[in-house]
């Protein structure tokens, strides 16, 4: 993330930096880091006293956001990684086991659709099609279309399908957010290195 700010800083003007630096815990703290490096690339390093006092202020934040972070997911994915990581592995084959389950149990009990008794759907025929178009012109044809697969995906072996995507969608992002998530609980060496003042 840092390479991006990195990217486009270079076209902001001096006091656009220095605001970056004045205000440091309004932003982010790669755009802070960043404007702190155009700023010394350009020649106009910050004193230490100043690059401490803007250091020390981005770990403090840094370390309330943890603080908050612990408090409030900290009880519910665990206390330690361990834990987190078994937990997060537990919910996510549970949310698999039972909606890949139920779509199975869908499959197997789903009932063949009815036909109709006309022997044809009149939605089919090319009078309808016309009519819709004539009314609505392609917009309103594309549209019933839509309409009739998106009802379709909820009747029939087609839930058993649908059931199975939402579930395995559920699955994915709810690991994707999680572990994430348990990644910022848990201190990593760059988090010690994030105020020692060799990045900027």
Request: net charge positive; charged share 25%; aromatic share 8%.
């Amino acid at each position: 993330m840092s390479e991006t700010f990195r990217s486009w800083l270079p076209t902001r003007s001096d006091d656009q930096l220095r605001e970056y630096v004045a205000h440091h815990l309004d932003y982010r703290t790669e755009a802070v880091e960043a404007a702190l490096a155009e700023l010394l690339r350009r020649g106009q390093p910050l004193s230490g006293e100043e690059l401490s006092r803007i250091r020390s202020g981005l770990e403090r934040r840094h370390a309330a956001m943890k603080v908050h972070l612990n408090h409030r997911y900290g009880r519910i994915l665990g206390p330690s990684p361990a834990t987190r990581r078994t937990r997060i592995r537990l919910v996510t084959t549970s949310l698999l086991a039972v909606g890949l389950g139920s779509a199975a149990a869908i499959y197997l009990t789903a009932l063949p659709k009815a036909a109709n008794p006309l022997g044809y759907e009149p939605e089919d025929t090319k009078k309808y099609l016309r009519d819709l178009e004539l009314y609505g012109g392609k917009v309103n044809v594309l549209a019933t279309e839509f309409m009739r697969w998106l009802d379709g995906l909820w009747h029939g072996r087609s839930l058993a399908f649908t059931v199975a995507w939402l579930t395995i969608i559920a699955a994915l992002v709810f690991w994707f957010f999680s572990t994430r998530l348990a990644a910022e609980l848990d201190p990593t060496p760059r988090d010690n290195q994030g105020g020692d003042g060799n990045d900027a």
